[in-house]
Nanobody, 123 residues
Framework: QVQLVESGGGLVQAGGSLRLSCAAS????????MGWFRQAPGKEREFVTA????????YYAASVKGRFTISRDNAKNTVYLQMNSLKPEDTAVYYC????????????????WGQGTQVTVSS
């Protein structure tokens, strides 16, 4: 099992950048693929990006590809989401999650979730 805590959210103007962090507890962090999801008011939670357990492959939603970058440091038990060129439509609560599966875009495959961190992009 693993426990996840997100941090780094906040208020930023359009075009700006933020870096989110997800700190994991547990000695099996490196066994899990990690994903980021987000949920805006009135909308369903959606896939943003994912990274395989050893960081060899990454996956991105079309809406963020080229602007967001996911990375991980297994020695620090941490996964990151670098967000550049932020847009107002990126405003949402961002959640970090862990899965032992390989269907990264399906939130039902993730067994462990963080509490979420708010990202607000002003126009």
């Amino acid at each position: 099992q693993v426990q996840l805590v997100e941090s780094g959210g906040g208020l930023v103007q359009a075009g700006g950048s933020l870096r989110l962090s997800c700190a994991a507890s547990g000695r099996t962090f490196s066994s899990y693929a990690m994903g980021w999801f987000r949920q805006a008011p009135g909308k369903e939670r959606e896939f943003v990006t994912a990274i395989t357990s050893r960081g060899a492959r990454t996956y991105y939603a079309a809406s963020v590809k080229g602007r967001f970058t996911i990375s991980r440091d297994n020695a620090k038990n941490t996964v990151y989401l670098q967000m550049n060129s932020l847009k107002p439509e990126d405003t949402a609560v961002y959640y970090c999650a862990a899965t032992g599966d390989s269907y990264y875009e399906d939130l039902r495959r993730y067994g462990f979730w963080g509490q979420g961190t708010q990202v607000t992009v002003s126009s």
